[in-house]
């Protein structure tokens, strides 16, 4: 079975930077996903991590510890526009997503 | 261009109605997917396709029909659903089934079963 935990709710301030968190445990690792999803529409593609390590891409950056079970999403310089829910998924067998109950994160001026 | 495609956008249907959720892709992707997402929940995995046949069904319950007609195109037939049905459900695709193909997800259609 698939077991995918993150904080339900955060809020950090605009400019600052916020970690969200992810634990899972899994058979089948292929690999963990972060999306990023706005009230009432799709979830977006930010990051994959399969190698332990930190994947960065601008303001976005990525966490894996494949031993702990581990990851996080790091995002610096926040902007209004980030407020939204972050959606960790581990990939698992033949690209199945198993999602989290995802971290809903307000941004506040 | 990594865009997935789905109509209609809003669909209210009666428990008797027989509607479908069209969703579609020119990324020449050749794997396509189902999800059902409840409010404040996470995406869940319904259907897979992959090379336009069914690879995975998470259960589904048979009033669920989904339906692969080229690479490029999904459906999903809805027939005697129950209120309960009423979510977003989400298509995506990814290049292929293959470990950690990012899936890219279309807009959803917002289903409201009365």
């Known amino acids: 079975g698939q077991n995918i935990d993150q904080p339900t709710e955060m809020t950090a301030t605009e400019g600052a930077i916020v970690q969200i968190n992810c634990t899972y445990q899994t058979s089948g690792f292929n690999g963990l996903f972060w999306y990023q999803q706005h009230a009432g529409e799709a979830p977006t593609f930010l990051s994959y991590n399969v190698l332990d390590g930190l994947e960065e891409k601008g303001r976005f950056s990525s966490f894996l510890s494949r031993s702990k079970g581990y990851s996080y999403l790091l995002l610096k310089e926040l902007q209004m526009k980030d407020s939204a829910s972050y959606l960790c998924a581990v990939a698992s067998g033949a690209n199945n997503l198993f999602f989290g109950t995802g971290t809903r994160l307000t941004v506040i001026p | 261009d990594t865009e997935v495609t789905q109509t209609p956008k809003h669909l209210v249907m009666g428990m008797t109605n027989k509607k479908s959720l069209k969703c579609e892709q020119h990324?020449?992707?050749?794997?396509m997917y189902w999800y059902k997402q409840k409010a404040k929940k996470p995406p869940e995995l319904m259907f897979v396709y992959s090379y336009e046949k069914l690879s995975i069904n998470e259960s589904v319950p048979s009033r669920f029909s989904p339906e692969c007609p080229n690479s490029s195109l999904l459906n999903l037939h809805l027939h005697a659903l129950q209120p309960e049905d009423s979510a977003l459900y989400l298509c995506?695709?990814?290049?292929?089934?293959?470990?950690?193909?990012?899936?890219?997800f279309g807009p959803g259609t917002r289903l409201l079963v009365l």
């Open positions: 990324m020449g992707h050749r794997a």
């Open positions: 995506a695709s990814s290049h292929s089934q293959g470990a950690g193909e990012t899936q890219y």
